[in-house]
């Protein structure tokens, strides 16, 4: 076998995995403590389909993948917990303040309102607002957590929708 035909090969092997990486299916590693205790703070790796880009099929309770608002060059991994035309108490999280209670929002047309799933560590829509659905990236459909030792899998686990019951 020659050179150009190894190189071919690496060249379409590279393709299919960024073809893969960007429209179907997403390995990657999360870090921090806004999604405990869906989530580890750290050595967690997230599956992610891309089918759920852009919002597409998304419901309420689902975990997702999406660009920072605040900065595209970050992602981060909420819940949706508020749809497009959902009134939505902004804060209820600040208890000692009144006006915590006091302020809702409408999500808009084309938006979500994420949260994290530990609300005192989180930055989220509390934060920057909804986010708009274009900035979905897919849906977290399962986790691997790799300090855990090879007989469990690596800690594989399956992410779902804990607000509503699937059956």
Request: glycine content about 6%; proline content about 4%.
């Amino acid at each position: 076998m020659s050179w150009l035909n190894i190189g071919s090969y690496v060249v379409r092997t590279v393709c299919l995995i960024h073809i893969t990486h960007t429209h179907f299916y997403e390995f990657t590693e999360t870090r921090g403590e806004s999604m405990l205790p869906t989530l580890n703070r750290v050595n967690d790796y997230v599956h992610v389909l891309k089918w759920y880009k852009d919002g597409r099929d998304l419901k309420m309770g689902d975990c997702i993948v999406a660009m920072k608002p605040t900065d595209p060059q970050s992602r981060v991994c909420k819940r949706i917990t508020g749809m497009e035309g959902d009134l939505i108490l902004v804060d209820p999280s600040q208890e000692d303040d009144e006006e915590a209670y006091e302020t809702f929002i409408r999500v808009p047309k084309g938006h979500v309102w994420v949260t994290g799933d530990n609300l005192s560590h989180s930055l989220d829509s509390r934060t920057y607002n909804s986010i708009p659905k274009g900035l979905i990236k897919g849906k977290i459909v399962a986790a691997n957590d790799f300090s855990k030792p090879l007989s469990t899998f690596w800690g594989f686990r399956e992410i779902t929708n804990s607000y509503f019951d699937e059956k």
